[in-house]
């Protein structure tokens, strides 16, 4: 069977995954707190941190994170609607800091 388009070079079905590097600029989205050159900043700031205490220390900055976008949207959802408001928009916040978080691997 004949390729629709002869003079043309294959490519695969899809799209490139989103994390992939393209090679221009900065890449496509971080992986920690720690890139762009800042781990050798906790390294001055935080020496007698090892590798897997500095990850519990990070990930424990990021739940602190989640629970601050939470509290933001309760205050927002009881400024909207009340209590009912404020549990809806805690929920919603805390929903989605976790799910933003966990998808740019700031929280592990």
């Not at 959802?77 to 933003?100: C, E, K, T």
């Amino acid at each position: 069977m004949r390729r629709p388009y002869p003079n043309r070079r294959r490519k695969r079905k899809g799209r490139r995954p989103p994390h992939r590097y393209k090679g221009d600029g900065f890449p496509i989205r971080p992986n920690s707190f720690q890139n762009f050159g800042l781990k050798a900043i906790y390294d001055l700031f935080l020496p007698k941190l090892g590798v897997h205490n500095r990850r519990r220390y990070f990930n424990q900055v990021g739940s602190y994170i989640v629970l601050g976008m939470g509290v933001i949207g309760a205050v927002m959802g009881f400024g909207i609607a009340g209590p009912v408001g404020a549990v809806f928009g805690g929920g919603a916040g805390l929903a989605l800091g976790d799910h933003s978080l966990k998808k740019h691997r700031f929280i592990r």
